[in-house]
């Protein structure tokens, strides 16, 4: 499973951004698919994740109410809108699947940087 994330860049705070990753290799609908970020000198941390039927959605209560996942099953490709960016968003953001809701992200895309300003 290959994984290409795109959509990153620089914006100022309030601002939004749309990520988008797009998967090939495998039948994409049988993953479940996340976001994660990593800030510099921190820990990668969970954003956001949508299992195959995007009938179950996760949030981290940090980005709540700002971020919304989705997937286009027929693209093969998973997004993340966010909204309302604050500086603290500032970080690289991957795209990631797995085949189990229960099972650690089995398959990374390369990140993509988000950086907002003040």
């Known amino acids: 499973v290959q994984l290409q994330a795109s959509g990153g860049g620089l914006v100022q705070a309030g601002d939004s951004l749309r990520l988008s990753c797009a998967v090939s290799?495998?039948?994409?609908?049988?993953?479940?698919m996340g976001w994660l970020r990593q800030a510099p000198g921190k820990e990668r941390e969970f954003v956001a994740r949508?299992?195959?039927?995007?009938?179950?959605?996760r949030y981290a209560d940090s980005v709540k109410g700002r971020f919304a996942i989705s997937r286009d099953n027929a693209k093969n490709t998973v997004y993340l809108q966010m909204n309302s960016l604050k500086p603290e968003d500032t970080a690289v953001y991957y795209c990631?699947?797995?085949?189990?809701?229960?099972?650690?992200?089995?398959?990374w895309g390369q990140g993509t940087q988000v950086t907002v300003s003040s």
């Open positions: 290799g495998r039948t994409f609908s049988n993953y479940v």
């Open positions: 990631a699947a797995k085949s189990r809701p229960t099972l650690d992200y089995e398959y």
């Open positions: 949508i299992s195959w039927s995007s009938g179950i959605i």
